[in-house]
């Protein structure tokens, strides 16, 4: 496909998407949710795809959430739609089979840190600005931010975030847990390609299930998250990759795996 606001680059088994609206610091109208939607779909089908990095185009911002020229004078009915659309782009990222690395500078404000809360891994500067500053205009964040954060990181932290609107620092994002890393900038874009690289030599379906088993345990009760775990684990016993992974084991070489 042809893209207008992002940009989309396989290299070795990663998937690159770009937020491309650098003059607006990366802030996402309704068509790139569409469109990054659109490439999440096309990583979903492309059995060459291991792992997804997101990032932002420019110096200056991941993204700075949603593009407030397109809410002024909405309606709730008209909000409910476009929120939706939000919902939709987050769950997209969540139930992809592949894991994805947020890889943030700069600005990652309001749907910016909601979309980071969706991914697998999230890597960032130092210097970037985390934040949920909805309250500051009169409104909350709309695509389960107080959700995923509370979840994530208990109530106080998640109403200190969202009920004072203040930046978080990439260093501050690391000791909260909003963020997995935090390194200098420069040094921010290595980082990401050594996690990717990493991630894409391991078993994709081992990873799909990891994945699922965290999303699915952080939600379900004690006996069915560990019955789901249970079943995951069981079904890759008849995947070639775990007789490969194990042959390899055995024989003191590294395993090829494929999906399979």
Request: charged share 25%; hydrophobic share 45%; net charge negative.
């Amino acid at each position: 496909m042809t893209y207008e606001t992002i940009l989309y680059e396989v290299r070795d088994a990663v998937a690159h998407i770009t937020l491309n609206r650098p003059k607006k610091l990366n802030a996402m109208n309704a068509l790139c949710i569409a469109e990054m939607r659109a490439a999440l779909a096309e990583i979903g089908g492309d059995d060459g795809v291991r792992v997804v990095v997101l990032r932002g185009a420019g110096e200056r911002a991941f993204t700075a959430g949603a593009d407030i020229t397109e809410l002024v004078g909405k309606t709730p009915a008209d909000m409910e739609g476009y929120n939706r659309q939000w919902l939709g782009l987050f769950d997209d990222i969540e139930s992809l089979p592949k894991p994805v690395i947020a890889s943030v500078h700069g600005y990652a404000t309001g749907g910016g840190t909601e979309m980071s809360l969706a991914c697998d891994f999230v890597l960032c500067a130092e210097d970037c600005r985390f934040g949920l500053s909805e309250i500051n205009i009169g409104v909350i964040p709309g695509a389960g931010a107080a959700v995923r954060l509370t979840r994530w990181m208990g109530r106080l932290k998640a109403k200190e975030i969202l009920m004072l609107g203040e930046f978080v620092s990439g260093l501050e994002a690391v000791q909260c847990g909003l963020a997995n890393r935090a390194v200098p900038r420069l040094a921010l874009a290595g980082l990401t390609a050594e996690w990717a690289a990493k991630l894409a030599k391991k078993a994709p379906l081992a990873l799909a299930a990891a994945k699922s088993c965290v999303n699915v345990g952080a939600e379900a009760d004690m006996p069915a998250a560990l019955e789901y775990e249970l079943r995951e684990f069981l079904a890759l016993f008849d995947s070639e990759d775990q007789k490969e992974g194990m042959n390899a084991f055995l024989e003191k070489r590294a395993a090829k795996f494929t999906g399979k």
